[in-house]
């Protein structure tokens, strides 16, 4: 019996990806904005139905740049979440910022937006919220805190690319919003990642970041770096954005097949549709509680592991408890997250696992019930 992987990367047709990438061969042109490049910055801006999306190497530094361009004061406090993946806090850290994290709700892993306003100083310049799992933040209040406050907002939508709010992308959200398309993604270029945002002002400074500010042969105006995504990475993204829908279609169809099989199961908890969200079946998380359930996440796993089947504590250890920042943060602060943390698995989804497989998978885990 073969292993199933936690996740596996879509991938087009070898002979698609191959005529993408034909032209190359003739050009030699492979990075510094070339022609695919300039193709999938042109659909994603479509897609997205946002006015400006620039291109990255990975959402990483996208999110490091976005972060950076919006002139933030130094040391300056940043609200965030502390269930979410590094990038998020390291990105805010590393541009000289102070994280204040903020509790998560129980329902669907976002921010807790009643707790944000308790958590605001006069330091506080910014609120960097995180789509989770495809769940989308409470878009509304987020926005009523930070005109309140005068507060700038930079969405992690790395789990959030192709889901709308009320029929509006979450690329159109915030001051700006950063999407991941690492290969794990539901859309993907590879590596990769862009910037999504309304305002013209912003176009030129994202540029100068990831180019080392170079404007012209013999012209460098600003001290930037190096984050461009090359066109290999671009024509992948070419070619996964043709199969999106189906790929979404897919995904959908085995949570399905999932909740069909653990819903009504005691001590299994599983995330709720949210209302006005068209969502894009990135992750499917599970919750367990002992108590009910008889076993801990963690025998969940192992027994997982057991049969070949991979599984992932996704987030967890939470970026409050991280070893780079012992003794700075108190993680009780953020109860409902640490709770999460602790129990929480995210399950293999990907586009092409079977309907076998996703038996095979519940039935390991029913079977660890005591």
Not at 110 to 118: L, Q, Y
Not at 172 to 194: P, W
Not at 218 to 232: R, S
Not at 289 to 298: D, M, Q, Y
């Amino acid at each position: 019996m073969s292993n199933i992987l936690v996740t596996r990367s879509s991938m087009p047709g070898y002979e698609e990806y191959c005529e993408e990438i034909k032209g190359l061969w003739e050009s030699h042109w492979l990075t510094n904005m070339g022609v695919k490049h300039k193709q999938l910055q042109a659909e994603l801006q479509t897609f997205l139905d946002v006015p400006h999306v620039v291109l990255y190497t990975n959402g990483h530094l996208a999110l490091e740049n976005v972060l950076a361009a919006m002139n933030l004061p130094k040391g300056g406090e940043v609200i965030t979440s502390p269930f979410t993946f590094a990038s998020t806090t390291h990105a805010i850290v590393r541009n000289g910022l102070q994280p204040v994290f903020c509790d998560i709700n129980k329902q669907d892993y976002t921010i807790d937006v009643s707790k944000i306003e308790s958590l605001i100083t006069d330091k506080t310049c910014a609120i960097v919220p995180v789509h989770v799992y495809g769940n989308v933040c409470n878009i509304e209040e987020i926005d009523r805190i930070a005109k309140k406050y005068g507060l700038r907002v930079i969405y992690d939508a790395a789990h959030a690319f192709g889901v709308t709010y009320k029929g509006v992308s979450t690329a159109c959200f915030g001051d700006a919003s950063m999407f991941s398309f690492h290969a794990t993604k539901v859309f993907n270029t590879i590596e990769g990642g862009a910037v999504c945002f309304s305002d013209d002002s912003l176009v030129q400074t994202l540029n100068d970041m990831k180019n080392f500010g170079i404007r012209g042969p013999e012209t460098v105006e600003f001290v930037g770096g190096n984050a461009k995504m090359n066109e290999f990475q671009a024509a992948m993204g070419i070619c996964n954005l043709r199969h999106l829908d189906e790929e979404i279609a897919k995904r959908k169809a085995i949570v399905e097949h999932y909740r069909a099989r653990l819903s009504g199961n005691e001590g299994i908890i599983l995330c709720q549709a949210q209302p006005d969200v068209k969502t894009n079946y990135a992750y499917f998380p599970v919750v367990f509680e002992p108590s009910l359930f008889g076993a801990t996440r963690n025998e969940v796993f192992d027994r997982l592991a057991e049969n070949g089947i991979g599984a992932r504590k996704y987030f967890y250890p939470l970026t409050n408890t991280f070893d780079c920042f012992h003794g700075a943060y108190d993680v009780n602060q953020t109860p409902v997250a640490l709770h999460i943390s602790k129990r929480v698995l995210t399950l293999p989804l990907y586009a092409d696992l079977s309907s076998a497989d996703v038996d095979r998978i519940c039935d390991v885990i029913l079977n660890c019930r005591k």
